[in-house]
């Protein structure tokens, strides 16, 4: 399939981009010593796991425990490729801006919003973790923060920590949260009704198209990127200790037109491998809450 790429006007290289947001759940990002890659498609996770109190005997003394410790297996599941080519006389015609702002504009359109929708389908699709009954929410009649209360409860009750919680909200929730927070205006001429941080938690605004229990890689033989299924999600709280992000392997790579043997064209190659999981032992640091009506 051919490029559609319009020549540039004299003296007018600004790019006219698309409004995406950048990601939403690098802050999940936080691999660390506990983990480690083995063979092509595998990663560790050290988990331990111990013995609780037994009662002190003055003719014996302490009861004997155990602690179990070991390497636990993970497959990633999600590895994804792209190659784009951009023909030698559309980039020197839109004066280099046409490849130039290509890597920049995937990583910002495409990539980002895929791995943020896969991230949120697959913790949202994760057995054991804390699930609301399915709700559709109705802006100004439902009572979002007793939504969220019920679900602290929940997590408290759990004994997730209460600190460093993140609360993802679809943008109708977010609204149904506005309409039920109430301000008193004192000697204030502007008025900010926007909800940073709830309850303690930072808030995260994701768009729909992010926020789905499942979606659909689409394999790029007739079609790119993924597709939107499952139900809508209206919010999610996670703690960022109960779940871990991995990318394996990440690599661009930029081919010149005299280097590209395809065509004359700059080629521009990424490869991603990467997955999330929620350690076996923190499935109740995510608890969801989704909508009563699927996706159509």
């Excluded at 691999?31 to 988990?47: P, S």
């Amino acid at each position: 399939m051919a490029n559609t790429i319009q020549l540039a006007e004299r003296f007018l290289p600004i790019l006219d981009g698309i409004y995406k947001k950048a990601s939403l759940t690098s802050r999940l990002d936080a691999l660390d010593e506990r983990t480690r890659f083995v063979g092509a498609n595998k990663i560790q996770v050290f988990k331990t796991e111990m013995s609780g109190f037994g009662n002190y005997s003055r003719a014996t003394g302490f009861p004997k425990g155990d602690v179990t410790s070991g390497w636990e297996d993970y497959t990633l599941e999600c590895d994804r490729g792209i190659s784009l080519f951009v023909d030698a006389m559309d980039d020197e015609e839109t004066m280099g801006m046409a490849f130039g702002t290509l890597q920049g504009e995937f990583v910002r359109t495409k990539e980002v919003p895929e791995v943020d929708a896969y991230r949120f389908a697959k913790l949202a699709g994760t057995t054991g973790i804390s699930t609301a009954t399915p709700v559709d929410i109705v802006v100004g009649t439902t009572d979002c923060p007793a939504l969220i209360d019920a679900a602290q409860m929940q997590m408290a009750d759990d004994e997730v920590p209460t600190e460093g919680n993140l609360l993802y909200v679809s943008e109708k929730f977010y609204a149904g949260i506005k309409g039920k927070v109430t301000r008193i205006l004192a000697n204030e001429n502007n008025v900010n009704r926007e909800v940073e941080v709830f309850n303690d938690m930072e808030v995260v605004r994701v768009p729909k198209g992010r926020f789905n229990t499942a979606i659909t890689l689409n394999d790029g033989t007739n079609n790119f990127g993924f597709t939107v299924g499952g139900y809508p999600i209206n919010f999610m709280i996670i703690h960022p200790s109960a779940v871990f992000s991995v990318a394996k392997h990440r690599e661009p790579r930029l081919f010149a037109p005299a280097i590209n043997q395809e065509m004359d064209a700059w080629k521009f190659d990424l490869r991603l491998y990467h997955d999330i999981f929620v350690y076996d032992n923190k499935v109740k640091g995510v608890y969801l809450n989704r909508a009563a009506t699927a996706n159509s």
